[in-house]
């Protein structure tokens, strides 16, 4: 058993995978995910040690993002999973670093899985309200969620980022920083998956309404305010 263990784990060091999985931009991005980024080394380590590749690493975090979004119903489980994702996300980039298999495929499935994970989880918060409440009108903001979300995933896979989002998140300030990141993470899904979890005993029919109407409209404005900035 200890053979076949010592076979399968390479024993390379974590100081060595930090080192070659460095991205160019880690301030940056160590900074915007301040807690997945803490993480990640540790799980890219053990993949890398067992010889994981980055796709299948890919496949891991989409895996674990649509089970996140299917169970929904389960606000504690369900916001696990969508940090985990995250963080299995971050966790294929430095697999792909470290083994120099960086590729246009991985990168389009990275942001593919992404289209299928946000829009995912909007669709089965819907549903969960829509069983719990029996209001077919929540299986319309879960609809109205998903196509705000096609927006966003948009503008940010598929048209040429102008980095106004990475400028607004940081500042000379790093109190004004923190709470700039906040913000935006509170605005987008990590917000409202955390609105579910914080207040999941705490639900009725008059706050599930709020909290999904509230978030159509804050997807939709931010969806139509970066492409049309991006456009022109």
Known sequence: MKKLLATMFKKISLSEVREKTRRSNADTNNRIHWFSSKFSVYFSYFFINIGLSADRVTNLFLLAGVVGAIYVKYPVISYLLWRLHI????????????????SIRGKYWDALNHSIINPGYCFFIGLNFYNKYDDVFYLYLGASMMFAQSFILNSKYFIESDHSEIRFR??????????????????????????????????SKLTSYIIMISF????FSLGLYKIFKRSY
């Open 170 to 203: 940081f500042s000379s300030n790093m109190t004004l920083t923190r709470v700039k990141n906040i913000i935006v993470d509170m605005a987008g899904m990590e917000g409202l998956l955390l609105i579910l979890v914080l207040f999941a005993d705490y639900h």
């Open 87 to 102: 963080i299995l996300d971050m966790s294929d980039g430095d697999i792909a670093r470290f083994n120099q298999t960086y």
């Open 216 to 219: 159509v409209v804050i997807f």
